[in-house]
């Protein structure tokens, strides 16, 4: 059983498209995120959501676009995609908010973005 | 400024060898601390963490960590390395205030020679 999944695995597309990934959580969280990670694999934290609320939204462009349906759900939609925004992207979850000592980050597998 | 540093972007060693990890961090309190493995193509698994007691913490795969204050470092170790070791290593550390944020440091590349 996948605890988080993400949908699709990699996703080629051209620049100025408009894209989506989408994540599922079946542990039964209440707080799921979404991290970038660069080519450098560096991490960083995108956006949080607990409870279907946006808590944490960390300087990204308005071109990013979350959005959850339910708990169990959190999808990404990248408008007019750029090249920059070529990365690995990374859903995660934990029980509590914001994944605390003993709510640690559960993550899915992460969707390569590739914009040509 | 609160930040999580590896220092280490490769390592390579050689089955069997022992292993440490570095992280260092800035931070005005103590922490909530934690390694995360990535093996290639494969999300972030959690190794083990820590907040408070024994310094030495224990975690799965046979990873341990010892926090040391005074150096600010909680660096990850592992006796003997094994092959299916060969991932990507995150230090992360947990900032509260305002909504705690889990920051994470800049991986390190592990490769393991047979």
């Known amino acids: 059983d996948t605890a988080v999944s993400q949908t699709p695995k990699y996703l080629v597309t051209q620049m100025g498209n408009d894209k989506s990934i989408k994540c599922e959580q079946n542990l039964g969280h209440d707080t799921m995120y979404w991290y970038k990670q660069d080519s450098k694999k560096f991490l960083k934290i995108m956006f949080s959501?607990?409870?279907?609320?946006?808590?944490i939204n960390e300087t990204v462009p308005n071109r990013f676009s979350p959005k959850s349906p339910d708990k169990a759900h959190l999808n990404l939609h990248i408008n007019s995609l750029e090249l920059g925004d070529s990365a690995v992207y990374f859903c995660a979850s934990s029980q509590d908010f914001p994944g605390s000592y003993n709510s640690p980050l559960h993550f899915g597998n992460g969707t390569r973005l590739t914009v040509t | 400024a609160q930040s999580v540093t590896q220092p280490d972007i490769h390592i390579t060693v050689s089955e069997g060898a022992s292993l440490e990890l570095r992280c260092n961090y800035s931070y005005g309190a103590t922490p909530y601390l934690f390694w995360y493995v990535q093996s290639p193509g494969q999300g972030l698994q959690l190794l083990l963490k820590y907040f408070s007691g024994d310094t030495l913490v224990q975690g799965i795969k046979g990873f341990e960590a010892e926090f040391k204050r005074s150096q600010s470092s909680f660096n990850l170790r592992k006796p003997s390395v094994h092959w299916s070791d060969a991932a990507e290593y995150f230090c992360a550390v947990l900032f509260s205030g305002g909504y705690n944020k889990l920051i994470f440091g800049a991986g390190t590349r592990l490769a393991v020679h047979p």
């Open positions: 959501y607990n409870n279907k609320e946006l808590i």
